[in-house]
């Protein structure tokens, strides 16, 4: 059983949501990254996805893209990443770790050496934005055997068909984009994301974690009620940079923002 499927079982037979926060490695700097990772561990995160910078984020709005321009600038590499999780696993063997970017570093570095890396580092997912069910075969299959989980994007158009095609090429959650539009947007319609969790449960037995839109502790809470997952990336992404020029203030400001979270969702 992968660690992903272990944490969303313990979580779900503890009647307890998983949250999932999103950031963008090297950013702002790489030497803060696995700093910042703990720090989420110790606010609650039960998940972490950590952003491969990439220089045209097509599904993030302008905070995650500003963060993979500051994390470009410090030269992170997707070879870094993944030297972020194996400093990271040094420490902490049990919190899941998903990378999530795009399709092009892993095609550059190619996708079997990319799967040895990442399994060899201790990464346990991989959502790949730009990976369409469709196509999935030139990459899931290789990371499946390898034992990691591949994670799909479901939007509220998505039809039933590719819900089902997602389903049976993915594995650990399905990521459910919570609203029309990129990273950090505003309006969040719970009862309609309510309803397309619902739509989606009806088809597959996957956990399903909610992202985009979820910015406090009260979205944080309504979203954990409908959900198996709260997914919160800009929020936090926006608190890092805001306190990026003091490091320790930067970790007190992001454990603030996510034990603020947790707590709402536990009540």
């Known amino acids: ?105 892993v095609e550059a570095m190619g996708v079997h050496p990319f799967t040895d890396a990442a399994k060899a580092a201790g990464v346990d997912g991989v ?45 650990g959650y399905l990521y459910y984009v919570s609203l029309k539009g990129v990273t950090g947007s505003n309006a969040l319609d719970i009862d309609d994301v309510e309803k397309h969790v619902n739509a989606i449960k009806a088809l597959t037995d996957m956990p399903v974690g909610v992202g985009f839109g979820i910015k406090d502790a009260a979205t944080a809470k309504a979203v954990s009620a409908v959900s198996d997952g709260v997914i919160v990336g800009s929020a936090l992404v926006n608190t890092i940079a805001t306190n990026a020029e003091n490091p320790e203030q930067m970790r007190a400001k992001v454990k603030e923002l996510l034990s603020s979270m947790r707590a709402a969702m536990d009540e």
């Open 1 to 105: 059983m992968s660690r992903i499927k272990q944490c969303l079982e313990t979580l779900k037979a503890n009647n307890k949501t998983a949250l999932i926060p999103y950031v963008t490695a090297g950013d702002p700097a790489p030497q803060h990254t696995v700093a910042i990772m703990h720090a989420l561990v110790e606010s609650g995160a039960d998940i972490i996805e950590l952003g491969v910078p990439f220089s045209d984020p097509m599904a993030d709005g302008p905070v995650i893209q500003l963060a993979c321009e500051r994390a470009l600038e410090h030269g992170t590499s997707l070879r870094m990443v993944l030297g972020m999780v194996e400093e990271f696993r040094k420490t902490n063997t049990e919190t899941p770790v998903v990378l999530m970017g795009y399709l092009n570093p």
């Open 127 to 171: 959502l790949l934005v730009d990976l369409p069910p469709e196509e999935a075969d030139m990459a899931a299959p290789h990371l499946k055997r390898a034992g990691l989980d591949v994670i799909f994007l479901i939007a509220p158009t998505t039809t039933e068909d590719r819900i089902a095609a997602a389903a049976k090429f993915g594995s």
